[in-house]
């Protein structure tokens, strides 16, 4: 027997335990007698009309008391079946949850508006959706409401504005399969919409969205034409109040947002989203990582999709014949992926947020990252011209760091940045250079060979640097970037290295790649480019990002595990006080000697006197209205 879900998927019937069917009260008539009255077939769906926000059919007799008619305001204690964003509908082996509502409504409506046949299998799914998630499903409801009223009147002429009540606070908690129940309506609503447009010539406000996200009326023009075609999907159909407003907003989404994760994207606290594979969806807040069940793909193709479309607006194609890409979004977010050819599972996708300030040395204090006292050491060092590289694991703040360690340097200082993609945002006060980045080849190009770091390296020569920036060196380029930071410049770069010692080796080996030099050499070129590193750490049991090390680079190599190598000099370390009892890292830094006097006299650190920490605080200060992180 096929079971008929009021809420509108067909799920193949499963044996239930037979439901004893409640007495007809007074004033009251059974499910079969409605369908006998109505003509109706007894497998036909049946729509029941309750507070939650669905449509009574037009045909069923208005046989009931107020509480249960149509017209019942909504309340938070009201909630429609729903689930997660899933576009699979109908799969054999998920059973069709329906939402809770207050039991005096909710009874009397399944009761009698489902046929004889239907009522059996149908109550026993709700009975068992009441018993286990009921709560889970009106609480997450009643936030979206709440939000959704409050956006409203914060913004009452702003549509996309107020579509976007879906908070990542209640996603992270809400039940699993809270948007299964919308499932088919956003499907077939896309590719409503999707056609509409076509048809009304109004694709191009789409295109136009995409190709200027940051700008207003693009995306408030778009937004109109979706919401409204998007509205007229969902014409005739069941929904109503916030449910409707759910299956509208995820529709937009996936025609001018980023689909299931746009109000990831929105909460400026996610700093990085995770997809492993279509049905995997992780977030990374406060430095902390968290899964959001609720949040899921159709399938692969439906992540290759959104991959496809968020790719070509950059220029760049993940496919078979280059599986692993990166890219740039507007705000210099980083997003990479990984091709099903090299992970079947997948894809496998991560987008890398900023923050939307700038960071500086004080904000850096403020977050606990480091010292008042150490950060002076640190800006003197930079601000008279020695070079340092930051070095740390992935997602540990070298990047971060970087960015707030550019506002020591002088006002006038011209600085050049180079990157592989363009994520870095340097101080804005200073003499900045148009940022640069690699362009991999591209056979699109006629055989291109496209732009690697070392010709960045070559071409920055001839734009009068005084400080270069690397956003990371990986290869045979830490060579030009050792040749020119010996050339009269001075700057920064970040490496992937779990201590400074270690990081002194990987980067000899780089230089050592380029065949130019021999491993001998490429530690007196390293001993000679850089003369301090700054090593980052992230600990988990909180999510902070801490300075755990400065240490200054040996200037004469040594033999070190049989390898030649440099020597690292710790100058100061964190000292670990443990935890507090709330779980949060407690310590403190201390000196532990300071910058050799040969290395003072070959960069002449002593010319001039140290600034203090007032002046070197006003130094890395922001212009007005530019906003810290």
Not at 295 to 322: C, I, M, P, W
Request: charged letters at 25%.
């Amino acid at each position: 027997m096929s079971i008929v879900n009021p809420f509108g998927s067909r799920d193949s019937g499963k044996s239930e335990p037979p439901v004893q069917p409640r007495p007809v009260t007074p004033g009251r008539r059974s499910a079969s007698s409605l369908s006998k009255d109505r003509g109706a077939p007894k497998n036909q769906q049946a729509v029941p009309s309750v507070s939650s926000g669905l449509e009574q059919s037009h045909n069923q007799p208005q046989q009931h008391s107020s509480s249960t008619t149509s017209t019942a305001p909504t309340t938070h204690e009201s909630t429609a079946p729903t689930s997660a964003l899933q576009y699979s509908h109908g799969a054999s082996d998920s059973s069709t949850t329906l939402s809770s509502h207050s039991k005096s409504v909710s009874d009397d409506v399944f009761n009698d508006l489902l046929t004889d046949d239907d009522e059996t299998g149908i109550l026993s799914e709700y009975t068992k959706a009441r018993a286990t998630d009921s709560s889970a499903f009106e609480n997450t409801l009643g936030e979206f409401e709440e939000e959704r009223k409050r956006l409203k009147r914060l913004y009452p002429t702003s549509g996309i504005k107020q579509s976007r009540f879906l908070l990542v606070d209640t996603l992270l908690k809400a039940p699993k399969t809270f948007f299964d129940a919308y499932a088919k309506d956003v499907e077939e609503g896309v590719i409503f919409v999707r056609n509409r447009l076509t048809d009304t010539g109004q694709s191009d406000l789409v295109r136009d969205a995409q190709e200027h996200p940051t700008e207003e009326e693009f995306q408030e023009k778009a937004f109109d034409a979706v919401h409204s075609l998007a509205s007229e999907s969902l014409a005739h159909s069941r929904w109503r109040d916030t449910h409707r407003a759910i299956i509208i907003s995820l529709i937009c989404n996936e025609i001018i947002g980023f689909g299931i994760l746009d109000p990831l994207w929105r909460d400026s606290k996610v700093t990085e989203i995770m997809c492993n594979g279509p049905f995997d969806v992780q977030v990374e807040i406060a430095g902390e990582v968290y899964k959001v069940p609720c949040l899921r793909f159709k399938n692969a193709n439906h992540l290759s999709d959104l991959l496809e479309r968020l790719y070509r607006s950059v220029g760049k194609v993940l496919s078979q014949t280059t599986p692993r890409v990166k890219g740039r979004l507007h705000d210099k977010s980083r997003m990479f992926a990984v091709h099903t050819s090299v992970a079947p599972d997948g894809p496998n996708f991560n987008i890398r947020r900023h923050p939307q300030g700038f960071w500086t040395p004080q904000s850096m204090i403020d977050k606990g990252a480091s010292s008042q006292e150490m950060m002076t050491f640190i800006g003197n060092l930079l601000y008279k011209g020695a070079s340092c590289f930051v070095v740390g694991s992935t997602s540990s703040g070298k990047t971060s760091m970087l960015n707030a360690l550019t506002g020591f340097y002088p006002e006038r200082a011209r600085i050049l940045t180079l990157e592989d993609n363009l994520e870095m945002k340097p101080n804005p006060k200073k003499f900045l250079a148009a940022a640069m980045e690699c362009k991999e080849p591209s056979n699109s190009d006629g055989g291109a060979t496209g732009t690697s770091m070392r010709d960045l390296v070559h071409a920055s020569m001839q734009m009068r640097p005084e400080i270069l920036l690397i956003g990371e060196v990986s290869d045979s380029a830490a060579y030009d970037l050792c040749q020119a930071l010996n050339t009269g410049h001075s700057g920064m770069s970040t490496f992937h290295a779990n201590s400074s010692q270690l990081s002194i080796t990987r980067i000899c080996s780089l230089v050592a790649q380029s065949d130019m030099t021999t491993i001998e050499g490429a530690t007196d070129l390293v001993a000679a480019a850089f003369d301090f590193i700054i090593n980052v750490r992230h600990f988990p049991m909180d999510g902070s990002r801490r300075i755990v090390s400065i240490d200054e680079v040996g200037m004469e190599p040594v033999e070190i595990g049989g390898r030649l190598t440099l020597p690292v000099r710790q100058l100061w370390r964190f000292v670990d006080d443990g935890l507090t009892p709330e779980g949060k890292v407690k310590g403190h830094w201390e000196q532990v000697s300071d910058i050799s006097q040969a290395r003072k006299d070959a960069k002449m650190l002593d010319m001039e006197k140290d600034l203090t920490w007032e002046q070197l605080r006003e130094l890395s200060s922001l212009p007005e209205g530019e906003l810290e992180v």
